[in-house]
């Protein structure tokens, strides 16, 4: 299936059915192989603080790759087989990561995997870039907002049960075979890389419509300026840079913080994680409307400060520190992270899309891609670097909420069209909110009715059976 210049309707909808089955098999992909079951691996294998935050920095910092692949995907624009290619070789590296510890020493698995994670996410870059350009051309701007939601709603249901079984099959490997821990990711890592290939076959089958004509490529520096000569997308550019950094600084450690601060187990740590995406999962919809109806500036105006009241409150956990309150306070603060992450998670993916101008989306959403994701790479590793001279993780929450008060100023200076002022959206969200419990009462209600219903009729039939008469009337209380 070659590039076209326009897709019908039908063409579009199955294409996006097919973004998000790729969607579904990448978070399989992403929930096995990275986060807390890569954080765990990484300390099964010995590591540092300094690794983690060199583990949550190799991503992001592989964002360098968005550079030249704007060069590639304007000299070849092909941009499906340039994501194929890219992700298949990408996802390839998992196997070769899943099987180091099996082949090679102990004392040199750890450098081993994290050069092939670099390669790995090198060559995710290059796929990510090309499918964002691709995304900018075919998701329709109307309904931006609904459409990933509800991608980063199934995307988040499905990675909830494969989390927690993935961490009960963790527990009990390592209980029944402590001495093969490293054999478990092994086989989460295999089973990530096959989740992760059934993507590629999803991204196979979207249509890609036609990049806009040009009469010759912009020398490549001319395609690097583009975005900042855009006063509006540079803004935006730098709100996000230091949003990131802000972010990034706290959120690589909160499962270290977990795991050995608090000394919570495998297990409860992928519950509380799963606590959390379900939390995301039921905002999703809410935020996706609210975005839709007035704008991803006013989702986040609203969701950003939540998110840093949830930095606050892990930074105050060190004042309860062995109490019976340390677990409550956790659970609520994974509840109101997951509230607020759904809206920046789905402001943040799709405000850049909306804001490049059509025809320019490979540039502006890779230099958009760039700079966020360098800073989400530094602010991590300088994270890991200072942990070696701190005793807890307090500082870094306290620190992550200063500077995302001020990333948030930042945002003012960003303009989009429907915005509107953030106590309508806070307004609107309880509102949302209402109406879901509403909504989730009525179901339980018809629920329990047509189970009411239900039961006298057997109970009928019971009777008939017995030969009983049956009124022909019942009165129902």
């Known amino acids: ?115 092939a994670l670099v390669l790995n996410s090198l060559l995710a870059n290059v796929g990510g870039c090309s499918f964002n350009s691709w995304m900018h051309d075919l998701v329709p701007q109307s309904v931006l907002g609904r459409f990933f939601s509800k991608k980063m709603l199934l995307s988040t249901a499905v990675a909830i049960p494969t989390a927690l079984l993935a961490g009960y099959f963790v527990d009990v490997w390592i209980a029944t075979f402590p001495e093969l821990e490293l054999v478990a990711y092994t086989i989460l890592f295999v089973a990530g890389f096959i989740a992760g290939m059934l993507g590629i076959v999803q991204i196979s089958k979207i249509p890609e419509p036609q990049m806009a004509s040009v009469e010759k490529i912009p020398p490549f520096v001319e395609l690097l300026k583009q975005p900042f000569q855009d006063v509006n997308f540079k803004n935006l550019i730098w709100f996000l840079t230091s949003w990131n950094f802000a972010v990034n600084l706290a959120l690589p450690f909160l499962t270290v913080y ?65 109490s019976m309150v340390v677990l409550p306070m956790v659970v609520g603060i994974h509840m109101l992270w997951g509230m607020s992450t759904a ?40 994270g890991g670097m200072v942990s070696q001279y701190f005793e807890g993780w307090t500082i870094f929450f306290v620190v992550a909420l200063v500077l995302g008060v001020f990333a948030l100023h930042r945002l003012t200076k960003v303009k989009e069209e429907g915005e509107v002022d953030d106590k309508i959206v806070a307004r609107e969200l309880v509102v949302e909110m209402k109406q879901s419990v509403s909504l989730t009462r009525i179901k339980a209600g018809a629920m329990m009715a047509t189970a009411g219903l239900a039961a006298p009729s057997a109970r009928r039939r019971k009777r008939r059976n017995r030969g009983e008469v049956l009124p022909i009337f019942t009165l129902r209380r």
């Not at 790759?65 to 070849?76: A, D, G, N, R, S």
């Not at 009241?309 to 309860?320: D, E, G, K, Q, Y």
Request: aromatic letters at 8%; glycine letters at 8%.
């Open 1 to 115: 299936m070659g590039c076209t210049n326009t897709l019908s309707e039908k063409e579009v909808q199955r294409g996006l059915r097919n973004v998000i089955g790729d969607g579904l098999a990448t978070q399989v992909m992403t929930t096995l192989t990275t986060s807390v079951f890569l954080v765990a691996f990484a300390l099964a294998l010995g590591a540092s603080d300094l690794v983690i935050g060199m583990l949550a920095a190799i991503p992001p910092l592989s964002g360098i790759m968005q550079i030249p692949t704007i060069y590639l995907v304007e000299k070849f624009r092909t941009r499906r087989s340039i994501t194929m290619i890219a992700s298949a070789l990408s996802r390839a590296f998992l196997l070769v990561i899943a099987f180091i510890p099996l082949i090679v020493p102990f004392s040199t698995a750890l450098p081993i995997v994290l050069a």
């Open 258 to 322: 977990m795991l050995r601060g608090l000394g919570m187990d495998m297990t409860t740590v992928v519950i509380l994680t799963a606590l959390q995406q379900l939390t995301m999962v039921a905002f999703f919809k809410i935020w996706g409307n609210l975005s839709d109806k007035y704008s991803h500036k006013s989702v986040l105006r609203v969701s950003g400060p939540l998110l840093l009241v949830s930095f606050a409150l892990w930074a105050s956990l060190s004042l309860f520190k062995g």
């Open 343 to 382: 809206g920046v998670n789905l402001a943040t993916s799709s405000i850049g899309l909306k804001l490049a101008p059509q025809g320019k989306g490979t540039s502006y959403m890779a230099s958009f891609m760039l700079f966020t994701q360098l800073a989400a790479a530094i602010s991590p590793l300088l």
